[in-house]
Each structure stands twice: as structure tokens, then as C-alpha cells.
């Protein structure tokens, strides 16, 4: 086994909001105990519903932000701040939106440079250039793209030269925040085969976000699904997908549209709404929306069990 490219453990994050004359500042559980490791080459997929601290997760691990507890480490070296500069290197993202991550005054080059101008010194123009040149046959470009502007692109292409940008200077790590979920459905499965593909030359780990299921059966070799900022559920790909455990994930997947017919799968509708993450239900988050909650669900709430198929449920599927 190669060693794993980010070993994460109970990463919180929390966000103090208001506070004025009147009003005592409040907290926001954005993220709680998030713990998982990416080995190179294996793609980890997060999921989960809008507000469940997704993006939390990834500006912490792409040392955007500190987390408020919990620690990780990247490619073995602790993530803190004094170790910051010296792993941005490892460490990449690309955003959802490749129009609005793109610096649009600028031609494809020089974005592609932008990077290596920072992190770089050593590499002389001339190098600069070949390596974006080379890039954008890496991403499925051509190198004369170099000296266009991004409004000359569509979407598909856009993610391309953004997935460029974050490949340049050769990190181990690549998070995707929504990387496909801007893009027209017909676009969406070129730019995960690009993905997957890249995956496999360079032997990148990703931190793949998605709310869409379909999406993630076709790239994740594992999956978390969180709920209000907490891990609920976390396996392998086949064993989520084939046997949810958790009545979130169950009734996540529910939803999602597969190719295979299966008349055993009902539809579940999730009754109620989303509760704050300022206002975290006592006992288990999700009780007040589940259909096998009981009063020990709303009483106490439960842990992560300690098993390869991971779920923090009292009355899990088996
Ligand atoms: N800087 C901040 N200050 C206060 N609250 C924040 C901040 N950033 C995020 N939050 C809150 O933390 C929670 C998690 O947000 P996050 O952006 O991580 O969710 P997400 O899962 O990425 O959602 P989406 O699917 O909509 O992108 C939300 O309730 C959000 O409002
Ligand atoms: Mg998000």
C-alpha cells in the first residue's frame, strides 16, 4: 500500500456569526469530527445536501482556512500554519465555476503560468511556457490555446484550463469542489473521463465534492455522506451504493436516477426541512427527518461505528 496522501483526523470547523450591540455572537457548525485518508491514485468522494459543509471541508484541507480542532497531514507532513507554504505545492483545487475561478483579462498562458511565477522561481519563461504548452495537450487542448482568452472557450473547455491550472505545479492532491455540476449533462462525462484519465497517469488522490449520486458512482473508490456538517456514512463505493446504511444515504440514493432497472427501490421523500447548522437538533441531526427515529435518537446522539462500512446510526440497514 502506498503511503496515504492526506490523513484527516476530527476536523471541526466552526464560524462565529453577528455579534453587535444587541445580539450575542452565535456559532455555526459548519463542519464536525471529519476523519478519512486518500491514498495516491484513489478518489474519495464527499456528499451530501446544500449547507452539509462540503466547501468547509475543502478550504481546510486546501489550506484556505485552519480548522478549529482536529489535525491532518499531507503527504505526511502536519497541515498547520507554519507548514502552509511549504504544501500549497501538494495541494490544489478546482472550483464549480470555471468562468468565475478564471482570470477572463488574461490570455489561457498566462494563467497557466501564473502559478509557476509564484511557486517557481527557478523555471525560466521559456520553461514556463512549454509547460503550459504542454498542459493544454495534457487536458485535451491544443498549445496553440495558449494565446486565447477564456470567453473564447465553452464551459467543458474552461474546466479543462482550470484543471490545467491546478495540475502545474504537479500536486499529489486534488480537490473538486462541483467540478462538473456548472456544465451541461453531455459535457459533464468527457470532463470525469478527462478527470479519471489524469487520475491515472499522474497517480493524483482526489477530494471529489458532489451532491450528484450519479456523478460519484462513476468516480469514487470510497464515500462520505454527511449530514449538517457530520459524517454519517462512510464505505466503499460498491458497498454505499449497493447497501446504504445510513436513512440519509438511503434516501439519497432513492432519489438519484439509475440505469439499472430495480422495482425493489421506492422513492423516499425526506419530510421537513434542513435544520441550521446554528441550531443543531440534540441526539441525532437527522432524527427529526427520519422515518425510524426513535426517542433515543433525539436523546443521544450517535457515533461513527468503527467498522469498514462506517455509519453512525442507532437502527442502521444491515
Ligand atoms: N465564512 C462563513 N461564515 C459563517 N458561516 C459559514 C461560512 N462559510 C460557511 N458557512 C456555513 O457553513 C455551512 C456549510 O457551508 P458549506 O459551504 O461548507 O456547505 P456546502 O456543503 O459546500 O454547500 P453547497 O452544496 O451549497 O455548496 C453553511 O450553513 C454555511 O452557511
Ligand atoms: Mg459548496
Redesign the pocket.
Known sequence: MNAPVIVAENLVRH?Q?GGGLLSKPRV?K?LSEASFSIAPGKTLAVV?E???????LARLVTLIEEPTAGRFTIDGIPATRENWARLRKTVQIVFQDPYGSLNLRHRIGTILEEPLKIQRPDLSAREREERAREMLRLVGLRPEHYDRYPHMFSGGQRQRIAVGRALMLEPKLLVLD?PVSALDVSIQSQVLNLLLDLQERLGLAYLFIS?DLSVVRLVADEVMVMYL?RPVEFGTRDAIFAHPRHPYSKALLSATPTTEPNPERKRIKLEGELPS?LDVPPGCAFAPRCWKAQDKCRAARPELSDEAHRVACFFPED
Open positions: 464560524y456569526v455555526v459548519a451530501g446544500s449547507g452539509c459543509g462540503k466547501s468547509t462541483e451532491h456538517g447548522p
